[in-house]
């Protein structure tokens, strides 16, 4: 069985960092076919897609909004993806959650059905 589980989330001021953590248990990250993401979402809003990692090519996606204030990265050893967010701003606030894909291509990589596995989601909140 597959499970994800978040973490690092919290209240954090206006200009601030967090790092995230997703933690993998019933597979492995490392897998060719594999692509980890990161999404958020906020209340009232659809899941929206930050940053993902695909293990064939080893390249690195990212939206636009958060592009050169998050950093996604891995550990094989620990089985774990991080997202490392700078600079963060209250629109920032939001569930964030870890999903993994084995069938991710560079069309689909940003969109949230192309996930099977979902994290339960941790909160950022970013005060003004």
């Known amino acids: 069985q597959v499970q994800l589980v978040e973490s690092g989330g919290g209240l954090v001021q206006a200009g601030g960092s967090l790092r995230l953590s997703c933690l993998a248990s019933g597979r492995t990250f490392s897998t060719y076919s594999t692509t980890v993401g990161w999404f958020r979402q906020a209340p009232g809003e659809e899941r929206k897609f930050l940053a993902a990692?695909?293990?064939?090519?080893?390249?690195?996606f990212y939206a636009d909004s958060v592009k050169g204030r998050f950093t996604i990265s891995r550990d094989n050893a620990e089985n774990a993806v991080y997202l490392q967010m700078n600079t963060l701003k209250p629109e920032d606030t939001a569930v964030y959650y870890c999903?993994?894909?084995?069938?991710?291509?560079?069309?689909?990589?940003?969109?949230?059905?192309?996930?099977?596995?979902w994290g339960q989601g941790t909160q950022v909140t970013v005060s003004s």
């Open positions: 999903a993994v894909s084995d069938t991710a291509i560079t069309s689909t990589i940003r969109t949230p059905a192309a996930y099977t596995y």
């Open positions: 990692f695909r293990r064939a090519g080893g390249r690195t």
